[in-house]
């Protein structure tokens, strides 16, 4: 059993979170009525009520995450929420369907191949002009240090400073929108311009 599946009983008791730090950073996204949104990473469903206050009680929303027992979790928190929930490994699995925003909430420092991944979400997953956003309601130091600390239990890469993983994308051809770290939050938002990707990128996602 992998460490989201053993925490997810648990996880909604355990993990505290700071509302006006997920306000500030989901109004990044500038959600409005009526967009559609994927949720990547959805855990325990966290921010799905965040989302269906910004866009509406009908607009589809797709919950995603690899862990089983985290989605069941969530399933059964927002039974009459209008989400769908899809288990999926995002790294790994395609996805279908395109959408107005796609959000990543503490969940980009667990890919393996953080930047191709992006990659393929904005050019499969967004309507042009879509935005996603990475995002974090605590500082890239206290996720750093708390990913060491669980190290031994599943797999989290450092997150860099901002600066350096904005360039990382724009290296690549991704469109990056606006991007900020302080000791509350960090985040990136990138958007869907239609640009060419660099080769290496294109080869590995195409």
């Keep these: 059993m992998n460490f989201f599946d053993e925490m997810a009983g648990v996880w909604n008791k355990t993990c505290r979170y700071d509302t006006g730090r997920i306000e500030k950073v989901l109004s ?20 799905i ?11 589809p929303i797709v919950a995603v995450d690899s862990s089983e027992k985290m ?12 989400v769908s929930f899809v288990r999926a490994d995002v790294e790994r ?23 191709d991944t992006i990659a393929r979400l904005v050019t499969d997953n967004l309507y042009c002009g879509g935005r996603l956003l990475i995002a974090h309601s605590q500082s890239r130091e206290q996720l750093n240090e708390m990913h060491k600390r669980i190290s031994d239990k599943v797999f989290a890469r450092n997150l860099l400073p901002v600066a350096e993983q ?41």
């Design 28 to 47: 990044v996204l500038q959600l409005k009525q009526g967009d559609t949104v994927l949720d990547i990473g959805t855990g325990t469903g966290v921010m």
């Design 166 to 206: 904005v360039a990382q994308f724009t290296e690549i051809g991704l469109s990056v929108a606006s991007f900020d770290e302080t000791d509350e939050y960090y985040y990136i938002l990138l958007q869907r311009v239609g640009r060419k990707l660099g080769a290496s990128v294109a080869d590995a996602i195409y």
């Design 93 to 115: 699995d395609r996805l279908g369907g395109r959408f107005n925003a796609i959000l990543l909430y503490s969940v980009f420092p667990h890919f393996r191949y953080p930047v």
């Design 71 to 82: 989605l069941r979790e969530a399933s059964l928190r927002f039974p009459n929420a209008g």
């Design 49 to 59: 009520p965040f989302i269906r206050e910004q866009v509406g009680h009908y607009a």
